[in-house]
C-alpha cells in the first residue's frame, strides 16, 4: 500500500506541473510503468528524482530503430562504443547526489543527453561534456529541441572537468574511471558530492560515492556492483 501511494502521489504531482519538455502525454504509460518497476522497487524513494524520471522521454534520447526498447530495463547503444544509461542506474545516481533546486552539476559523458536532463529537472543548471563530437552535437540538438534551457553541453574531455564554472555542488560521471579524477575533485564544494564508477575497464566495477567535507577532506564509500563502458579521454590512461 505504502508503495501504491508513493507511486499514485509523484505521478500525480508530474501531471500536474508545468512542463518545458514533451508533452507528459508522450509515452507517459511507459513511464509510470518504469518508474513503477525498475525504479520504486528497487529502493528509489526521493520524489523530485521519481517525477524526473516520469516526466523525462527516454525514448528521445536513442535512435529511432531503438525506441521501441527505450523504456525496457537495460542500457543501450548510441553509438561510438557509448551507451543510454539502465534507468534505474540514471535515477538511483541522481538521488544520490541530493540535489537541490539550487545546485550546479558538472557530468563527465554527456552521451545522448538523457542524465543530464533528468538532472537539470532538479537543479539550477548542469554543465556536461562529451569527448565524442556527433554525439556532444546531437545531446545539444536533443536539449534544444526539448526545452532543457538550464543544461550547457561542451565538447571535450571531460577528465579536466569545466573549470570556469566550478566549483560544483555535484558531478556525476557517466562512464567506467579507474579512479577519481583529481581534478574532478579539486572542483567540487566543500560539502559536495561526486558520483563515479571506478574499476576496470569491461568488467564489474563499483559505484563510488564521494563527499567532500567542509575541511576540505574527502571520503568515498563503495555501493554496489556495476558496469559502464570505459571512459575515453585521459582518465582512460592515468
Do not use: C
Amino acid at each position: 500500500m505504502v508503495f501504491r501511494t508513493l507511486i499514485a502521489a509523484v505521478l500525480a504531482a508530474s501531471l500536474a506541473a508545468p512542463l518545458a519538455v514533451a508533452t507528459q502525454g508522450d509515452r507517459a504509460d511507459e513511464r509510470r510503468r518504469m518508474v513503477e518497476t525498475q525504479v520504486v522497487r528497487r529502493g528509489v524513494t526521493d520524489g523530485r528524482v521519481l517525477e524526473a524520471m516520469s516526466t523525462v522521454p527516454r525514448h528521445r534520447f536513442i535512435s529511432e530503430r531503438l525506441q521501441r526498447a527505450a523504456y525496457d530495463d537495460n542500457p543501450l547503444p548510441i553509438g561510438y562504443g557509448q551507451t543510454i544509461s539502465q534507468p534505474y542506474i540514471v535515477a538511483k545516481m541522481t538521488e544520490l547526489l541530493g540535489l537541490t533546486p539550487a545546485s550546479t552539476v558538472f557530468e563527465l559523458g554527456t552521451g545522448s543527453g538523457y542524465q543530464a536532463a533528468v538532472a537539470a529537472r532538479l537543479t539550477a543548471h548542469v554543465y556536461t561534456m562529451e569527448i565524442q563530437p556527433p554525439l556532444a552535437e546531437r545531446a545539444r540538438a536533443n536539449l534544444a529541441e526539448l526545452g532543457y534551457d538550464n543544461v550547457s553541453v561542451r565538447q571535450g574531455d571531460g577528465y579536466y572537468g569545466w573549470e570556469e564554472h566550478a566549483p560544483f555542488d555535484a558531478v556525476i560521471v557517466t562512464a567506467a574511471a579507474t579512479h577519481i579524477p583529481p581534478p574532478l575533485l579539486s572542483q567540487l564544494k566543500l560539502g559536495g558530492r561526486m558520483v563515479i564508477p571506478v574499476g576496470p575497464a569491461f568488467a564489474t566495477q563499483r559505484l563510488m560515492l564521494v563527499e567532500k567535507g567542509m575541511d576540505g577532506g574527502i571520503t568515498t564509500r563503495a555501493l554496489f556492483p556495476v558496469r559502464f563502458v570505459p571512459v575515453t579521454g585521459q582518465g582512460r590512461d592515468r
